[in-house]
């Protein structure tokens, strides 16, 4: 079967397998492997992309079913430098291992897209979907917070 997506502003047209998980063709087609396949059951959030602009967790998707939709990979958030999201990562240290980094910044990416200025409580709602085993979450939570604050004018 042919599918037709847009991967980080780029049309994309190719021939699939039926049951390919969306993650995998966007790892082993396409060979954007900032994304990570963790669990592969949508319970780690290493796998997360925006469709349409909202967090998905790719692993659980088929890619036919992102037919005529718009992806986002971490390859695509900061083409020629950091965005200023992956800047306040580095920032506040909110990166060790970098395994669950790429899934958090596009899970946090889709949350400030959705909701400009989270408190506290919002960022961990939407981030809850995404596990981090070597920095807890206080500094990814920082991170969130500054890249927002950034947006609405306010510095870090």
Do not use: H
């Amino acid at each position: 079967m042919k599918v037709s997506v847009t991967v980080n502003g780029s049309a994309i047209e190719a021939e699939i397998w039926p049951l390919l998980r969306l993650s995998g063709f966007l790892r082993n087609a396409l060979g954007l492997v900032g994304l990570k396949e963790g669990c592969c059951e949508g319970e780690c959030g290493a796998c997360t992309v925006l469709l349409d602009r909202k967090p998905v967790n790719s692993c659980l998707m088929l890619a036919f079913q992102a037919q005529g939709r718009e992806i986002l990979t971490i390859e695509g958030l900061g083409k020629a430098d950091l965005s200023g999201l992956q800047q306040a990562f580095l920032d506040t240290g909110a990166v060790q291992c970098g395994y669950c980094t790429p899934g958090m910044i596009l899970a946090a990416e889709g949350l400030l897209l959705a909701n400009p200025c989270p408190d506290e409580a919002e960022i961990r709602q939407g981030l809850a979907g995404n596990i981090c085993r070597c920095t807890g979450f206080a500094t990814i939570v920082q991170a969130v917070a500054s890249e927002a604050a950034a947006r609405q004018g306010m510095g870090r």
